[in-house]
C-alpha cells in the first residue's frame, strides 16, 4: 500500500470514529452548588448541598443519597467548581480542557485557573491563567537528575480569544525553549489554532512555524485535533501533526482517551508515524497526567 494510501485510510478512520462520538447527545445539564466536606472523624463526602443551617448541612449525594450532617462534626468545607450533573451523575471537569495530548487548542485558562502536566516522568510543565485570555507556562526536562548537564527549559506564552462564546475560539502563542549547558540559543516555534465547539466536544486546525539560531523552517507543520467526552469521567482524544522536511511530507496520528480518576486526568495514546520512507508499522505509547492547581470552572 503506498503512502497516500496509507494517508487517506488513517484519516478516514479518525474521522469516523469522531463522527460517531460526536453524534452523542447529551441531556440537560444542571447548575449545582457541590461541595466535599471532611468530617473530624476522616470521612469525606462530596454532594450537592440541598438545605443549610447554622446547625447542619443537608447534602445529595452521587451514591449514598441524602445525608445529613452536624457542622459541629465538620473538619473542612472546600466549594467545588466545575462539576454538573447530568443523567443523575456527576460530571467532572477538564483537567485540561485547553489542551490535548499536548498541542494547545483556542480556548485559555480562566484567571485563576492552573495545571501541572508530567509526561512520562521527565517532561514537566505548569500553567496557570493570568488574565482570562492571557496564560503562561513554564516547563523543563531535568536531565540533570541522570547526571546529564544539558537540561531543556521552555516557556509557552499564550493569548484566546472567543469569536463566539462556547461555539468558537483563536488561541495564538509561542514555545520558546533553550538547552541550559549547551550553545543552542534561543529555539521554538509560533503557533496559531482555531477551535470550533464546546470544551468537552471540540476540533481544531492549526499550525505552526519553526525557527532557531539557523533560521526558520521551510515549511510549517499543521495540526488537526478533537476532543469528545464519552461519559462521567472520560474523553476520546485525537491530536496530529502533517510535517514536510527535506521534499518529504509524513504525518503524525494519535488516538486514545483521557480519565478523571477525581480530580486528576490520566492522559493515554498511540502515536503511529506515518512516512513515505518508513515500511514497518510502529505504534509509540503516551503516557500523562494533570493535576489541577487552581480554581477551575469548565
Given at each position: 500500500?503506498?503512502?497516500?494510501k496509507?494517508?487517506i485510510?488513517?484519516?478516514?478512520?479518525l474521522?469516523?470514529?469522531?463522527?460517531?462520538l460526536?453524534?452523542?447527545?447529551?441531556?440537560a445539564?444542571?447548575?449545582l452548588?457541590?461541595?466535599?466536606i471532611?468530617?473530624?472523624?476522616?470521612?469525606?463526602?462530596?454532594?450537592?448541598?440541598?438545605?443549610?443551617?447554622?446547625?447542619?448541612i443537608?447534602l445529595?449525594?452521587e451514591?449514598?443519597?441524602?445525608?445529613?450532617?452536624?457542622k459541629?462534626?465538620?473538619?473542612?468545607r472546600?466549594?467545588?467548581?466545575?462539576?454538573?450533573?447530568?443523567?443523575?451523575?456527576?460530571?467532572?471537569?477538564?483537567p485540561?480542557?485547553?489542551?490535548y495530548?499536548w498541542?494547545?487548542n483556542?480556548y485559555?485558562?480562566?484567571k485563576?485557573?492552573?495545571?501541572?502536566?508530567n509526561i512520562?516522568v521527565?517532561?514537566?510543565?505548569?500553567s496557570?491563567?493570568?488574565?482570562?485570555h492571557?496564560?503562561m507556562?513554564?516547563?523543563m526536562?531535568p536531565?540533570f537528575?541522570?547526571?546529564?548537564?544539558?537540561?531543556p527549559?521552555?516557556?509557552?506564552?499564550?493569548f484566546?480569544?472567543?469569536v463566539?462564546e462556547?461555539?468558537?475560539n483563536?488561541g495564538?502563542?509561542?514555545?520558546l525553549g533553550t538547552?541550559?549547558?549547551?550553545?543552542?540559543?534561543?529555539?521554538?516555534l509560533?503557533f496559531?489554532?482555531?477551535?470550533i465547539g464546546?470544551?468537552d466536544?471540540?476540533?481544531?486546525?492549526g499550525?505552526?512555524?519553526?525557527f532557531?539560531?539557523?533560521?526558520?523552517?521551510?515549511?510549517?507543520?499543521?495540526?488537526?485535533?478533537?476532543?469528545?467526552?464519552?461519559?462521567?469521567?472520560g474523553?476520546?482524544?485525537?491530536e496530529?501533526?502533517?510535517?514536510s522536511?527535506?521534499?518529504?511530507?509524513?504525518?503524525?496520528i494519535?488516538?486514545g482517551g483521557?480519565?478523571?480518576?477525581?480530580?486528576?486526568?490520566l492522559d493515554?495514546?498511540?502515536?503511529?508515524?506515518?512516512?513515505?520512507?518508513?515500511?514497518?508499522?510502529i505504534?509509540?505509547?503516551?503516557?500523562?497526567?494533570t493535576?489541577?492547581?487552581?480554581?477551575?470552572?469548565?
Amino acid at each position: 500500500m503506498d503512502f497516500m494510501k496509507r494517508l487517506i485510510i488513517s484519516f478516514t478512520v479518525l474521522l469516523m470514529i469522531i463522527g460517531g462520538l460526536s453524534a452523542q447527545e447529551t441531556t440537560a445539564v444542571d447548575s449545582l452548588h457541590l461541595v466535599k466536606i471532611e468530617t473530624k472523624d476522616g470521612n469525606t463526602f462530596v454532594g450537592e448541598v440541598t438545605e443549610e443551617t447554622d446547625g447542619f448541612i443537608v447534602l445529595s449525594t452521587e451514591k449514598m443519597g441524602r445525608i445529613t450532617i452536624q457542622k459541629q462534626d465538620i473538619r473542612t468545607r472546600t466549594e467545588l467548581h466545575g462539576i454538573r450533573k447530568e443523567k443523575g451523575e456527576f460530571w467532572m471537569p477538564n483537567p485540561q480542557s485547553t489542551r490535548y495530548f499536548w498541542a494547545p487548542n483556542g480556548y485559555g485558562l480562566q484567571k485563576g485557573e492552573a495545571y501541572f502536566q508530567n509526561i512520562w516522568v521527565f517532561y514537566n510543565q505548569i500553567s496557570w491563567g493570568l488574565t482570562d485570555h492571557f496564560s503562561m507556562s513554564t516547563g523543563m526536562i531535568p536531565l540533570f537528575l541522570l547526571g546529564g548537564t544539558a537540561t531543556p527549559i521552555w516557556v509557552v506564552p499564550k493569548f484566546s480569544f472567543p469569536v463566539k462564546e462556547n461555539s468558537l475560539n483563536i488561541g495564538t502563542g509561542a514555545f520558546l525553549g533553550t538547552i541550559l549547558g549547551e550553545d543552542t540559543g534561543v529555539f521554538g516555534l509560533l503557533f496559531g489554532t482555531a477551535t470550533i465547539g464546546s470544551p468537552d466536544k471540540n476540533f481544531s486546525l492549526g499550525l505552526a512555524q519553526g525557527f532557531s539560531t539557523e533560521g526558520w523552517m521551510d515549511v510549517p507543520i499543521f495540526n488537526f485535533s478533537g476532543m469528545v467526552r464519552t461519559g462521567p469521567r472520560g474523553y476520546f482524544i485525537t491530536e496530529n501533526y502533517l510535517i514536510s522536511a527535506e521534499g518529504e511530507t509524513g504525518v503524525m496520528i494519535s488516538a486514545g482517551g483521557r480519565s478523571i480518576i477525581r480530580s486528576i486526568g490520566l492522559d493515554y495514546s498511540l502515536w503511529i508515524p506515518v512516512f513515505p520512507e518508513m515500511d514497518t508499522f510502529i505504534a509509540l505509547p503516551f503516557l500523562g497526567v494533570t493535576v489541577p492547581l487552581g480554581k477551575r470552572n469548565r
